[in-house]
């Protein structure tokens, strides 16, 4: 079963459980995928689905950093909430430490020398990382290794 039939099952049985927390994340994340695939008159595949649900995370990621910067509990709890909704349809991670170990087969692969190679080094780790490992983590570990 791909990953937007599974979503879309996951939102039948929210609504027959009428769980309207997890009802309305679910039918956020399904209307972000119609859009995307009516924008750009594609079908999604899995890939871009667990993009989709990554852009969407950290979306939710930086609103509940500005609600608790604005003492917004409330509206924080119900964005963190969503988040793990939402990452539930992600697959596991890697590990800080994969990541490194990823990155650095990449740089050697790649070629790269310095901090002016990290496009290029990019450009071969969100290929093959895409999905699986938080970006933020992945261009920390890029910068490292080239300024090494």
């Given at each position: 079963?791909?990953?937007?039939?599974?979503?879309?099952?996951?939102?039948?049985?929210?609504?027959?459980?009428?769980?309207?927390?997890?009802?309305?994340?679910?039918?956020?994340?399904?209307?972000?995928?119609?859009?995307?695939?009516?924008?750009?008159?594609?079908?999604?595949?899995?890939?871009?689905?667990?993009?989709?649900?990554?852009?969407?995370?950290?979306q939710r990621k930086?609103?509940?950093?500005?609600?608790?910067?604005?003492?917004?509990?409330?509206?924080?709890?119900?964005?963190?909430?969503?988040?793990?909704?939402?990452?539930?349809?992600?697959?596991?991670?890697?590990?800080?430490?994969?990541?490194?170990?990823?990155?650095?087969?990449?740089?050697?692969?790649?070629?790269?020398?310095?901090?002016?190679?990290?496009?290029?080094?990019?450009?071969?780790?969100?290929?093959?990382?895409?999905?699986?490992?938080?970006?933020?983590?992945?261009?920390?570990?890029?910068?490292?290794?080239?300024?090494?």
């Amino acid at each position: 079963m791909s990953l937007k039939d599974q979503i879309t099952e996951d939102m039948k049985t929210a609504m027959r459980a009428k769980d309207s927390a997890r009802l309305g994340t679910i039918r956020l994340l399904q209307a972000a995928m119609k859009q995307k695939e009516v924008d750009e008159r594609v079908t999604l595949d899995d890939a871009a689905v667990i993009a989709i649900v990554d852009k969407l995370i950290k979306q939710r990621k930086d609103s509940v950093t500005a609600y608790v910067q604005a003492n917004r509990q409330d509206l924080a709890d119900q964005e963190s909430s969503e988040i793990k909704v939402l990452e539930a349809y992600l697959p596991q991670r890697l590990s800080p430490e994969e990541i490194q170990a990823a990155v650095k087969a990449i740089v050697a692969q790649v070629g790269a020398s310095g901090p002016g190679d990290m496009g290029k080094v990019m450009g071969a780790v969100k290929a093959q990382l895409a999905g699986k490992a938080d970006m933020g983590l992945v261009s920390a570990a890029v910068k490292a290794a080239l300024a090494g």
